[in-house]
């Protein structure tokens, strides 16, 4: 499933055909965008065949796990576009309620001078809703390929703040249910939002390395006004990696004061048996004297030698109750 946007003379055409998109690019008056989900052998044909990208870039944007990275590459006479270009790994991020999971997936793009091919896998609503602001009139899109790469990539960064935000909330619930509530399954949970945040943070930090790469513009590509808004990317995404570290410190602390609760409870509770353990040792303690098969043995022939022994263990006991009171342990 393929899309194919034209920009010419101020007009967007979206019924453009596919087969010239090769003649296409290789007009410097036409600013086009390709879109391709879920790419199939037609597509990678495409994409070998008539935009005649390099094998390394193709096998990138096919593969699901490719890390977050981008390529320069320069015109061959043997292979490329012919003209300089760069190959970029990106991911969006969303956050999935029903599951508790933050999920990210890979989008690849080729960014030349006058073009810009996507590549991905599944909807990425970041696309569609960019190419709408393209088309919208008076878009201030234009038709320079840096404002459309600036458009995209800041969508989906963008779309990292409200993740953090859900996190945050997260975070907050689960100190109250470590530190009010003290439920038994905030453990799992810290360690699959520590697990999402780690892999959130995999994907964020080398995101930070495309955008520098771009900013230093290596390549023929986008103009110097380009670079204040790539640079508006950059910070955006410091700010989240910062976020990530933020809230994983937090959950490690949360998880230290979780284990910590958990441990001062099972000392109460370790106390707790201890202090019946002994209260009911000094009771034995007299019921087994006094149940020793003497014959002799003093208050055995006394009427009120049973109550003596019951109020003496009562009495015992009474005693070990106030004495661990006093020293704080009741």
Do not use: C
């Not at 935009?51 to 015109?75: G, Q, T």
């Not at 309620?97 to 080729?110: A, G």
């Not at 976020?243 to 230290?256: F, G, K, V």
């Amino acid at each position: 499933m393929h899309s194919l946007l034209v920009y010419q003379d101020g007009v967007i055409r979206a019924e453009f055909p596919l087969e010239e998109i090769g003649r296409t690019l290789a007009n410097p008056n036409y600013t086009v965008w390709l879109d391709i989900q879920d790419p199939d052998e037609a597509d990678i044909a495409l994409l070998r065949d008539a935009l005649a990208f390099h094998p390394l870039a193709i096998e990138d944007a096919i593969r699901a796990h490719e890390r977050p990275k981008v390529d320069a590459y320069s015109p061959a006479s043997e292979s490329g576009p012919g003209s300089h270009y760069y190959s970029v790994v990106f991911y969006t991020a969303a956050y999935d309620p029903t599951q508790d999971h933050i999920e990210t997936r890979p989008l690849h793009l080729f960014i030349g001078p006058n073009y810009l091919v996507t590549v991905h896998h599944g909807v990425i609503r970041h696309i569609s809703e960019t190419q709408a602001r393209w088309q919208a009139p008076g878009s201030p899109l234009g038709s320079r390929v840096g404002s459309l790469v600036y458009a995209l990539l800041d969508a989906i960064v963008d779309d990292y703040f409200p993740i953090m935000d859900q996190v945050a909330e997260r975070v907050e619930d689960l100190e109250d249910t470590i530190f009010v509530h003290f439920d038994e399954r905030a453990i799992e949970t810290i360690f699959g939002l520590k697990r999402d945040l780690l892999n959130l943070r995999r994907v964020v930090a080398p995101e930070r390395d495309v955008l520098n790469v771009l900013l230093r513009r290596e390549l023929p590509i986008f103009k110097a006004r380009d670079t204040v808004y790539f640079q508006d990317i950059y910070d955006h995404i410091v700010r989240v990696t910062d976020s990530i570290d933020t809230y994983r410190d937090l959950l490690s602390s949360a998880l230290d004061s979780y284990l910590s609760l958990q441990s001062n409870n099972l000392n109460q509770v370790m106390k707790l048996l201890t202090m019946a353990s002994i209260v009911l040792m000094s009771s034995a303690l007299v019921a087994g004297i006094y149940g020793m098969n003497f014959r002799f043995m003093p208050e055995l022939n006394q009427p009120w030698g049973y109550p003596f022994a019951l109020g003496l263990m009562a009495l015992i006991s009474l005693l070990l109750v106030l004495y661990f009171r006093r020293k704080g342990w009741l």
